[in-house]
C-alpha cells in the first residue's frame, strides 16, 4: 500500500507561456511548472492528454508511464524552489486539456499531495490562439446572435421539454384570468396501442392524466411537472407520444467515476425529460467500475488507480487523483457492488428506464486485461487470460495504447464474457428487471492489433480470414450468438456491422437490438448499416456528444475533437437528416443518443453543466423528430423557464455567453436571455468578472474615462448558482 508522508505540503503552479509555430510549421506551447519546495522530492507525477514533450532545462526529465501518466524528475529537486519548462507538441486551446493530478513521489515511492494552482490561459490571446489563426468566437458575432435569441416568441402557456404532439383548447375561456394547475390530479389507464401515450386534461378545478401504461404515467406526470409553475389562462387538452422508442443518453463512469446517489440523480434528470435508456458504459480502457462475483480483480486492481511502474496491483493513474489507489475522494478511485448495482437497476426501473450496460470487447479492454493477468500471476489459472505469451503486435488505439485488445483466438475471451455476462444476468433477475441487451462495445480495434498475435495467425490460415476485420467478425459473431443463446440481445458501435459480408449479418443481425452511429453528419455509415437491416441510433459527435465543449471559448470545459456542442446543436440534430439513410429504410432509425464521456468529469456538477441544456435539445428530438421551436423560442424557454427552475433546486446549469461590440466610444454588452432572474457583470482589469464585479446597466463609455482599458471582459450570472465563462474584448 501508498501511504502519504508526513511533510509539508509543497505548492505546484501550472501556467502556459503561449502557442507558437516551429520554422517547419508545426505547433507547440510551453508549459511552465513551478514547485516552491522540492525538500523530498523524487518525481513530479501528473496526467495530460497524450502529447509528445521535452524538458528544456536538460537537467529535467520527462517520463511517460503509460500514455496520459507522467512524472518529472530533475536533479535540481532537494531543496528550494524548481521551475521547469516543458515543450509541448499540439497547441492548449482549452480548459479541459491543461494537466491534471499532480502529486509528488519521495525516494521510498510512497506519495504525498501537492496544492495546485492553475493559471488561467486567457491573460494573452497567444495562450490559447496560433498565429494567424482566429479561433475564439468573435465578441460582435455573440452579440449579434444574443440578440436574434432574445428577439424569439415568449413561451406560451403549454410549451415544454420535449414540446407535446397536441394542444387542443377546451371551448371557452375558464373565466377565471390565471390559475395554476391543480395538484390534486386524477389518473387513470386508458386503451391505446401506443405504450407510451398519455392524455393530460387541464382545468381551472381538476387536472386529469390517461395513460396507456405505467411508463406513460411517468411521461404525463413529467410534462405536468413543467405545467405546475406556468400560469394558465385556459382549459385544454393534452394528447403526447415519442417518434422514438430508443431516446438514449450514455453516461460513461469507467474513465472518471461517479457513485451511485450522483447516478440516481442523472436518471431523475432523464425522466423528468422522457429519456428512456441510459446506456450504461462501466467499463473501458481505464477502468472496470462494477463488482463481478469471482473475477474480484477486475475492481481490486480494475478499479483502482495510482502511482505504479508496473501495475501489478492497481492501474496507472489516468485524467485524475492524487496518485494514492485507495484515495476514496474524487473520481479516480470506485465501483458500484453487485447490491448497489441491483438497487439501481430497480430504481431505473421505477422511472421508466432501461440500463443496457456496456462491456467493451475486443477493444477498450486494457482495465480488464490488466486485472486478468494480474489473476493469472495469482492464481496460475489461465481460464480468463485475455492476452497470450509472445504476441508482437505494435499498435496505437486511438487513446494511445498499446496494449488494450483482447485476443479473439484464445478461449480466454469468450469464457471471460461468458462469466461477465452470465453475472450481469443473474443481477437483472435478482433486481427483477429485464435484461433486454448487454452493449459488446466493438469499436476501434486499432489497426495492426493482432498482427504479432501467433495464434491469430494460425486462426486466419486455418479459417482462410484475409484481414483484422474479418477476425473482428469472428469475436463478434461468437459473442452474439453467445448473448443470443442468453435470451440477451446485443447492442454495439457501428464497427459491428459495417464492412462485413452478407453471411455475417444473417448470423448477427437477428440478436442485435441496436447499433450507435457516432460519426459526423456527412458520414454514410448510418445508411450502410440500415441497408444491410441493422437497427441504427443516431449519435453523432458534432450534434450528440454531450461532453464537447459548448464554445471555442479557452476557458470552457469540454473536448473539441469533434468540434463545438451547445445546446442549438443537439435542437438542430435532426435524426433522419443526419442518419441520411434510404427511404426504404427510414424504420431501421429506433432513436436517437447522446453522450458524456467521462475523460474531463470530476464532480456531478460538471455532469450537470454537461447535460443542461444541451440535453433539452437532445431530449426534443427524441421525442419529436421534424421542426418544433425555432432556435430563438427554444433559447426563450430554456432561459426563461427550464434554467432558472433547476438552478433554483441546487442543480448547476450552463449559460450562454455575453456578447460584446464596440460602437464609437462605446462598449455594449448584451444577454440572449431576458428574464431578470440574470445579471450581466463585466471587468476593465483584466480579471474575469465576479458576482462582485459592477452591473452591466448601460453602454460602458470609453471616452469619459481617465484611462483607456485594454479590454473589456463580460460575464452571465444566474443568482449565485451558475456563471457562464467571461467574453473577452481586447481593444487594443
Known sequence: MIAATAMAMPTVTWETLGNYVDPEGKPHYTQRITIDDTKGLKRLGFNMFARKMHAVDPADTIVTIVPGYY???????????????????????????????????DAQGKTFSVNVVRRKISDRPEQWTLPGSDYATNPADIY?????????????????????????????????????????????????????????T?????????????????????????????????????????????????????????????????????????????????????????????????????????YTLDENDFLAQIFTGNGDPNNPDGTSNGYLTRAEFIDFLRYCQSLGI?????????????????????????????????????????????????????????????????????????????AGVPLEAIHIGGDEVAKGAWSGAPSVKRMMAEQGLQDQT??????????????????????GWEEVALGHDEDFNNSVRPGVRGVNFWHVTKSTRAREAAAAGYPVVICNVDHFYLDQAYSWHPEERGLTWGGKVDELATLNGYPYEMGRLAPEDADKLIGISGQIFAETIRDLPQVQTYIFPKAFGLAERAWNSDTTYTDAAFSRLIGERELPRLARRGVAVHLRQPGIKVEGDKVLVNSPYGSADYQLRYTLDGT???????????????????????????????????QSVPTILFLE
Open 470 to 491: 474479418a477476425v473482428h467478425g469472428v469475436f463478434v459473431r461468437l459473442i452474439a450468438k453467445m448473448l443470443a443463446d442468453k435470451g440477451i440481445g446485443m447492442n
Open 144 to 200: 449579434e446572435l444574443n440578440e436574434l435569441l432574445a428577439a424569439g416568441t415568449p413561451p406560451g402557456a403549454t410549451d415544454v421539454i420535449p414540446s407535446v404532439k397536441s394542444v387542443t383548447v377546451i371551448d371557452g375561456r375558464s373565466g377565471q384570468g390565471e390559475y395554476a394547475v391543480s395538484e390534486n390530479v386524477v389518473e387513470r389507464e386508458v386503451a391505446n396501442e401506443n405504450p407510451e401515450y398519455y392524455r393530460l
Open 71 to 105: 512524472y518529472i524528475a530533475s536533479t535540481r529537486f532537494g531543496n528550494g524552489p524548481v521551475t521547469v519548462d516543458i515543450v509541448t507538441d499540439a497547441a492548449l486551446r482549452h480548459h479541459s486539456y491543461m494537466p491534471d493530478g499532480f502529486h509528488g513521489v
Open 688 to 722: 474575469n468578472p465576479t458576482d462582485a464585479s459592477p452591473l452591466y446597466s448601460g453602454p460602458i463609455e470609453l471616452d469619459k474615462m481617465a484611462e483607456r482599458p485594454s479590454q473589456v471582459r463580460a460575464s452571465l450570472f444566474l443568482g449565485r448558482s451558475a
Open 354 to 430: 432501461q440500463v443496457i450496460p456496456e462491456i467493451e470487447s475486443p477493444g477498450h479492454a486494457r482495465a480488464a486485461i490488466r486485472a486478468m493477468e494480474a489473476r493469472y500471476r495469482r492464481t496460475g489459472d489461465d481460464t480468463f487470460r485475455l492476452i497470450e505469451d509472445g504476441d508482437t503486435s505494435t499498435y496505437v488505439s486511438a487513446q494511445s495504447f498499446g496494449d488494450n485488445v483482447m485476443n479473439p483466438a484464445l478461449e480466454g475471451p469468450y469464457r471471460f464474457m461468458d462469466k461477465v455476462t452470465t453475472e450481469i444476468q443473474k443481477m437483472y433477475r435478482d
Open 202 to 306: 387541464i382545468t381551472p378545478d381538476s387536472t386529469v392524466i390517461e395513460y396507456a401504461t405505467q411508463q406513460a404515467l411517468g411521461w404525463g406526470r413529467a410534462t405536468l411537472n413543467q405545467l405546475v409553475n406556468t400560469p394558465q389562462t385556459m382549459s385544454y387538452v393534452i394528447e403526447d407520444w415519442p417518434d422514438f422508442h430508443y431516446r438514449g443518453l450514455m453516461v460513461d463512469i469507467a474513465r472518471n467515476y461517479l457513485p451511485l446517489n450522483d447516478l440516481q440523480k442523472i436518471v431523475q434528470y432523464m425522466c423528468a425529460y422522457k429519456l428512456n435508456t441510459l446506456h450504461f458504459h462501466i467499463v473501458d480502457d481505464e477502468a472496470w467500475r462494477l463488482e463481478i462475483p469471482g473475477l474480484s480483480e477486475l475492481t481490486d486492481v480494475g478499479a483502482r488507480r495510482g
